[in-house]
């Protein structure tokens, strides 16, 4: 349709956080339990929920212009998509995800090349069959439809899972012998659709607005007045975003100080700047940073 974009949300895990973040971004998602098409206050965008695992599948045959999913599913699909921006979000935290080979902690096998005839369960069946390919080793690779981390030993020698501190896979008395791919969100589009004027611009923006966001994660602004004279030793004392920005104010030995700093050193940091003469001190929420 013409001057509308067809934009993918991740169902599932991703679903929630995703819909914070377009929030951040100025952007009002509402995703009901009843209907995978959740609105959007943008009358140029159509949203549909997808599972990640199928983002860029439905992609790369046009039928969405766009979609966020994980670096993983694009590998498993082998859909030819564009891939725009690169976002690093999660579930719970911000560190990539890491697709591992595990094995039962007495098994005895100590690296790919020990299963050779042995049983695989995993989700991401391509991704195990192109990695023992590349060593050379031929198992039999098995869908696996959950709770993977329970199967060995007894319905499988070994499992490839997805994990972000491996705690579950020790909890299930497992060991990483291997990592098969790390994996991050990103912001996907289709060959075609980013060749289209209008949907190039709109999804560039959405890129840009999505990256601002996560840019001001864990970042407040400063702002404060201090004396020309304690100027030096002030600015001095601030972990800046690049630099501050520093105005006149109405009393000329006094100008005012406009910055951004991590949100965990603000707790020191404001009175170690009261105490260089700083005053009207305000700790202010971010939601962008546009770089």
Not at 17 to 32: L, P
Not at 153 to 174: F, H, M, Q, W, Y
Request: glycine share 6%; proline share 4%; aromatic share 6%.
């Amino acid at each position: 349709m013409a001057n509308k974009l067809m934009l993918g949300i991740p169902k599932g895990s991703l679903e929630q956080t995703t819909a914070e973040m377009f929030a951040k971004a100025g952007y009002k998602v509402e995703i009901s339990s009843r209907s995978y098409y959740p609105s959007i206050d943008d009358p140029e965008i159509d949203c549909m929920l997808i599972r990640a695992q199928e983002m860029a599948r439905y992609i790369g045959e046009g039928i969405l212009d766009c979609g966020l999913t994980g670096y993983d599913w694009i590998v498993e699909s082998g859909c030819e998509v564009v891939e725009v921006a690169e976002l690093v979000y999660g579930k719970v935290g911000r560190k990539p995800l890491r697709w591992v080979l595990a094995v039962p902690e007495d098994s005895g096998i100590t690296s790919v090349k020990d299963l050779e005839g042995k049983r695989i369960a995993t989700e991401a069946v391509g991704m195990t069959e192109k990695y023992l390919k590349k060593h050379g080793v031929k198992a039999t690779v098995e869908f696996s439809w959950g709770a993977t981390e329970v199967k060995p030993p007894k319905l499988a020698d070994a499992i490839v899972e997805i994990t972000e501190t491996g705690s579950s896979l020790r909890a299930n008395k497992l060991k990483i012998i291997d990592t098969l791919c790390e994996s991050t969100t990103r912001f996907i589009a289709n060959k075609d659709a980013i060749k289209d004027p209008f949907k190039k611009a709109k999804i560039e923006k959405l890129a840009m607005l999505l990256k601002a966001v996560l840019a001001a994660e864990g970042k407040v602004g400063l702002m404060l007045n201090i004396k020309k004279a304690d100027l030096e030793k002030v600015v001095k004392r601030l972990p800046a975003l690049e630099r501050p920005t520093v105005s006149p104010l109405f009393e000329s030995e006094w100008v005012a100080i406009n910055t951004i700093v991590d949100e965990y050193v603000v707790r020191d940091l404001i009175p170690e700047l009261k105490s260089s003469g700083a005053t009207g001190i305000v700790e202010y929420p971010l939601n962008k940073i546009v770089m």
